[in-house]
């Protein structure tokens, strides 16, 4: 299980992953819409005739894929059940009435039953080969359901926090060829400070790091642009945010890019003035 704060980079290494074992994946973003139905099977018709159709957990599990669970936090709590059934016993309840059976069992009744019964009695071999990457935020702070110790205990979590400054800062320079670098790092200064353990005691919310990319693409294209817009569109602290919250910001975001920015957040205090 993966916890991220900055969602630019799970799939990334999702798919580093794939590409090294040279592995399927099924997909599937959970919300609090999601259903057992979005993981087991659909009923579809065709022809005039109503099929089930096996969903993504489904086809990971019998094909030995990987299976990425985008937004755990997210599922609502009578979908959890479900994948922890099959993380852990390696079994499922199919609507077709087919039951998906751990390989060490299935291979168990094997060695006893033709395979022609336990097709017969609609059991299904789940592959060893199948893996589950689970993708989340951490709760408590960002808003989400907290996992159930059972599932929880099912996964091994990697908290990856956000991206070292020096890494940051030299993919941002990277990708602003065109940007003085004093800009960049302010800049970065400033999203890195709101993202602190002293601004989140104060109430502030995240600056979304994985953003400024596409900042520094717009002043790389626009290299006279100012920064202040920028901050609005990624950060609009404005709407956001009381009055001790916007002093809090437009204090940071002084003490960060004044240099860059010259005047600008003086003439913003005195026109909100």
């Not at 997909?27 to 109503?50: F, H, V």
């Not at 926090?161 to 940051?168: A, Q, S």
């Not at 790092?185 to 005691?201: K, N």
Request: charged share 25%; proline share 5%.
């Amino acid at each position: 299980m993966l916890v991220l704060r900055w969602g630019f980079i799970q799939l990334p290494l999702c798919h580093v992953l794939q590409e090294l074992t040279k592995r399927e994946v099924e997909y599937i973003a959970l919300s609090r819409d999601t259903t057992e139905t979005d993981l087991k099977q659909r009923r579809e018709i065709r022809a005039g005739t109503a099929y089930y159709v096996d969903q993504c957990a489904v086809r990971a599990a019998t094909e030995g894929r990987i299976l990425v669970l985008e937004g755990l936090e997210k599922a609502e709590r009578n979908v959890l059940p479900v994948l922890n059934n099959l993380l852990e016993n390696r079994e499922m309840q199919l609507e077709d009435g087919r039951f998906l059976v751990s390989a060490e069992r299935y291979d168990k009744l094997l060695k006893e039953h033709k395979k022609a019964e336990l097709d017969a009695w609609k059991l299904v071999r789940v592959s060893e080969d199948f893996r589950v990457i689970a993708l989340g935020l951490p709760i408590p702070r960002y808003l989400g359901n907290p996992l159930d110790p059972p599932l929880r205990s099912r996964f091994q979590a990697r908290d990856i926090y956000y991206l070292p400054f020096k890494d940051h800062l030299a993919l941002l320079y990277c990708i602003g060829s065109n940007v003085a670098t004093e800009r960049i790092s302010q800049l970065l200064s400033f999203a890195t400070t709101l993202c602190s353990q002293e601004s989140f005691a104060l109430g502030l919310p995240d600056f979304p790091l994985d953003s400024l990319s596409s900042a520094v693409k717009i002043l790389n294209s626009f290299p006279m642009m100012s920064i202040q817009p920028l901050v609005c569109w990624l950060y609009p602290y404005e709407v956001l945010l009381g009055k001790e919250g916007k002093t809090a910001v437009e204090d940071t975001l002084k003490v960060e890019v004044h240099r860059a920015v010259g005047g600008e957040v003086a003439r913003l205090s005195t026109s909100q003035a």
